[in-house]
Structure formats: C-alpha cells, structure tokens
C-alpha cells in the first residue's frame, strides 16, 4: 500500500508483468514493421516509461518524435483536449505508431488522431499499456494493448495523481 498526497493506492499490476507484456508488444510491432522506417509518436507525461522500454525491445531502425497533450484534473478527465507541445516532424508516407501510457475515455487520443490524419501518415496506429473499455465514449481501435483494466484511477510506471507516482516501477489502483 502507498499513499499518494491524500490518496491511498494498493498494488495492481507487478513490474514483471508489466515488462513482460512490453516485450510481447515490442516483438509483435518489431514483426508488422520489419520492412519500414516507423514514426513513433510518444504521448508525455505519461507514456515516457513505457515508451523507453518498448522501442528499446525494438530492433528496427525508427525515429521518435514526443507531444503532450492535457486532459485530466486530479483523477478525473475534463473532457477538454489541451496541447501543449507540438510535433515537428513530417509524417507524410510515413508509418505511425502513437505511443500511449493510457487510454480511458478515447477523446485524447481521438483528437490526436485527426491532428495526425491531416498530416497525410501512410499508416497510423496506437500502442498503449493500458485500455479501459468502460470508460471508452467514442469508438477507438487500436492495434497493440498491454492490459485491459476496470475503470479505476491507476499510478505508477508513468501515471501520476496530480503530478505524483509517475516513477513507481509497478501499477498501483486506488483503494
């Protein structure tokens, strides 16, 4: 058990686990990709710890690239889509893979979808660690899942409640 500011945390999903997954992930992306040159596109804050372990299990030769968009207050989403720092680079022809820590209602990465659709992509697709389908409020495929996971406030391995927990090599869910 951990607490976090005022909140208290109990372990959700180990280390281990969590690696292990993120080389199955890595080697099925390593697989799809074989004969290209991927873009990957990592979500900050968040997705940092993630993204550092999956393209370090990928052997393929790639260019990544960060953008960070807002959309949460404490431990609830505004349903408001801020970006804060912008991507650079040309997509055009090329093939994408956004890198997520978490995808809950979608609206995110919805709206990042379309920022990068009109960029002219040869292929975009979406890697996250973490998936809640209940609390998913547009329709969203994605191609690489680490976990599906109940509709429950979660930290660490770069999830955070208000800026903290982000460095907790585990998966933590709120009591």
Known sequence: ?????DKTFVPFISRDTIENRIAE?????????????????????????????????????????FI?????????STGTVRQ???MEETMTGRDV??????????LTMTQLLKQIEVLAPKSIEIATLLHKPEALKTPLEMRYVGFEIENKFVVGYGLDYDGIGRNLDSLYVLA
Do not use: H, W
């Open 84 to 86: 804060i720092i912008g």
């Open 1 to 5: 058990m951990i607490n976090i500011l």
């Open 68 to 76: 960070r968009l807002s959309s949460y207050v404490q431990t609830e």
């Open 25 to 65: 992930m890595a080697a099925l992306i390593s697989k799809d990709y074989e004969n290209s040159c991927p873009l990957f596109v990592v979500v900050l804050n968040g997705a940092f710890l993630f993204a550092s372990e999956l393209v370090k299990k990928i052997p393929l030769s790639c260019e990544i690239t």
């Open 97 to 106: 893979i956004i890198i997520e820590d978490i995808v809950d209602t979608g």
